[in-house]
C-alpha cells in the first residue's frame, strides 16, 4: 500500500480538488481509499459520501473502532472513503494527546494494506499535526501551487515539515489554477518547473469545468473526460504513481 499525501500550508490552493481527482484516476487501476482530513468535509461531499464517525476521529485513533467500520463505498468502483465527521475539529488534540502522536494517521492505516493498493490523504491546511501525521505515513507529498509569488514559499514550508518526518519523502508540487491571460501566471508556468526541480511541468488549468465538480459532485474526468483538467490529473497521478513504485499486489492462486 502507498500513501499519497495532498498537502499545502495554504487553503483553497486545490488540494480537495486534487485529491478527488487524483483518487479516481488511481481507481482506474488500483484499489483506493481517499481518507478526508478536513472538518469541511469537501472531498466526502464531492464523492456523495455523508458518513457520521460513531464515537468520532477520538475511537479512530483510539483504536475503539476499526477504520474498516468508517469506510464508505463511494459511486466509483474501487473508490472508497474515511469521510471527516464535525468530529474532526478535535482531531489536533486527539493526536496530540495519543502516544507516538504524529504516527496516528500511519497506524490507522497499518491495518488497511491488505484492503488498498493505494490511499489518498485530503489535508487541511495549515503546518499542524495532521500534517505532520500525514507526511509522517506519505510516500509522496503533493503540493498544489497556486501561480504567485508566495507560492514557492509554501512550497519551502512543505518541505521543511517533510525534512522533520523520520524518513525522507519525495515532495512534487504542480501548477493547479493557472489562468492563461494572467501574464504572472504563463510566466509561473513557463518558468517554475525550471528554477525548483521539485515542480512538475504538469499544470491544471483554472476552469468552469473544474469548478462545475461542485455541482456535479463527481471527478472531472467522469463528466468531461477530455478536457485538458481531466488529462492533466491523469498525467499527474501518473507521474506520482512513478515515484511512489504504485504496484499491484501479488494475486493469491
Ligand atoms: N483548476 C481549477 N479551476 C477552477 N477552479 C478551481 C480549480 N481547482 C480548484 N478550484 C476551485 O477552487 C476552490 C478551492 O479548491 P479546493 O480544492 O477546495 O482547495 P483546498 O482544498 O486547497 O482548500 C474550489 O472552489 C474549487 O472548485
Ligand atoms: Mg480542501
Not at 474532526?88 to 494494506?113: H, M, P, Q, W
Not at 506520482?240 to 499491484?248: D, E, M, P, Q, T
Request: positive net charge; glycine residues 6%; charged residues 25%.
Amino acid at each position: 500500500m502507498k500513501v499519497v499525501a495532498v498537502y499545502s500550508t495554504k487553503g483553497g490552493v486545490g488540494k480537495t480538488t486534487a485529491a478527488v481527482n487524483l483518487a479516481w484516476e488511481a481507481s482506474q487501476s488500483f484499489r483506493v481509499l481517499l481518507w478526508d482530513l478536513d472538518t469541511q468535509g469537501a472531498s466526502s461531499y464531492l464523492l456523495e459520501v455523508k458518513a457520521k464517525i460513531r464515537g468520532g476521529i477520538d475511537s479512530l485513533v483510539s483504536g475503539k473502532m476499526v477504520a474498516g467500520d468508517a469506510i464508505r463505498p463511494t459511486p466509483h468502483p474501487n473508490l472508497d472513503i474515511l469521510p471527516a465527521d464535525d468530529s474532526y475539529r478535535e482531531i489536533e488534540l486527539v493526536f496530540d494527546a495519543a502516544k507516538n502522536s504524529t504516527r496516528r494517521i500511519e497506524k490507522v492505516l497499518d491495518s488497511l494494506g491488505e484492503r488498498y493498493d493505494v490511499v489518498i490523504l485530503d489535508c487541511p491546511p495549515g503546518a499542524s499535526l495532521v500534517a505532520e501525521n500525514a507526511v509522517q505515513a506519505a510516500d509522496v507529498v503533493v503540493v498544489p501551487l497556486v501561480p504567485s509569488p508566495l507560492s514557492l514559499r509554501s512550497l519551502d514550508q512543505v518541505a521543511a515539515i517533510v525534512a522533520e518526518a523520520a524518513q525522507p519523502t519525495p515532495v512534487i508540487g504542480f501548477l493547479s489554477m493557472v489562468d492563461r491571460r494572467k501574464a504572472a501566471h504563463r510566466v509561473a508556468a513557463e518558468s517554475l518547473h525550471r528554477e525548483n526541480t521539485t515542480v512538475s511541468d504538469i499544470l491544471v488549468p483554472s476552469t468552469v469545468i473544474v469548478e462545475r465538480m461542485g455541482a456535479a459532485r463527481a471527478p472531472v474526468a467522469t463528466y468531461a473526460p477530455n478536457s485538458e483538467a481531466a488529462q492533466a490529473y491523469e498525467k499527474l497521478w501518473k507521474r506520482i504513481a512513478g515515484i511512489a513504485k504504485v504496484k499491484h499486489p501479488k494475486r493469491k492462486r
